[in-house]
């Protein structure tokens, strides 16, 4: 598969500083969006330590299959599917020791989702309220599911997603990079197909803009992801951007 790529990322109308961060490694089919916490500049640290650890594990990993895995291998998952998980847990050891190097740097976390691509399958990783979603046919679905507190009360039917967009708490994450030693990774492997564009954002993307406006402004792009993506962020900032906004889309194409 072709993979044709933008990145985009704006601190938005409201903030002084953008603590949002991300990664692009086209050479290993790696794209990464993370969305720090801890205010002054230490949301900006661990997002960039973040994206930073994971880009080196994964090159770390690309041509050597001997390499010592520090937490073990998963035999559930593909090498590639391994590749990210591990990445991820690393990047989380990272943000930690970091968080010790400073006293503002306590208590600071970031969220992550990337996308690790193997051919025609893409790896997904997430942990936190960044998202990842896939465009087919002008259709769009969320792959990912929130580590929020507002998503456990959508689940459990507590409150309405209409109810959780405008919610008070609906920034409280209940997993993040920098929290616990053993991190707890989602991972996915989906089929793709040529066509299909995958977003991966942060959510001051879609705290401003609900999923049928993300779909609509992508097929207004017609293919082009540089325009979409530029349009997305332009959207979340017409509607207020209230926060930080990331961007990055991927198009593939036989």
């Known amino acids: ?69 520090p937490f073990g291998l998963d035999e559930t998952i593909s090498y590639d599917g391994n590749r990210l998980k591990t990445a991820i847990r690393h990047a989380n050891r990272k943000v930690l020791e970091a968080t010790r190097e400073k006293t503002e740097y306590e208590g600071m976390a970031t969220t992550v989702a990337a996308v690790l691509v193997d051919g025609d399958c893409a790896n997904l990783g997430h942990v ?3 998202r990842v979603y896939l465009v087919r046919d002008g259709r ?22 209409d109810q959780a967009r405008t919610h008070p708490l609906r920034n409280v994450v209940t997993r993040a990079l920098g929290g616990k030693p053993d991190l707890q990774v989602d ?24 999923d049928e406006d993300i779909a609509r402004v992508v097929a207004e792009a017609d293919g082009d992801v540089e325009k979409a993506a530029r349009a997305l962020v332009a959207s979340a900032n017409a509607k207020g951007g209230e926060d930080n906004i990331t961007v990055v889309l991927l198009r593939f194409d036989e």
């Open 1 to 69: 598969m072709k993979i044709s790529y933008q990145a985009v990322t704006d601190v938005g109308r409201k903030r002084k500083g953008n603590e949002d961060s991300l990664f692009v490694n086209a050479e290993q089919n790696l794209f990464v969006v993370a969305d720090g916490m801890g205010g002054h500049a230490a949301g900006e640290v661990a997002s960039k330590v973040a994206v930073d650890a994971i880009n080196e594990f994964v090159c770390l990993t690309g041509g050597d299959e001997e390499i010592t895995w």
């Open 140 to 161: 769009i679905s969320q792959l990912t599911s929130d580590h929020s507190w507002v998503n456990e009360q959508i689940q459990s039917g507590v409150i309405s997603p």
């Open 128 to 130: 936190g309220d960044s």
């Open 187 to 210: 991972m996915q492997v989906h089929d793709i197909e040529s066509g299909d564009i995958l977003l991966l954002c942060s959510d001051g993307l879609t705290t401003m803009i609900p």
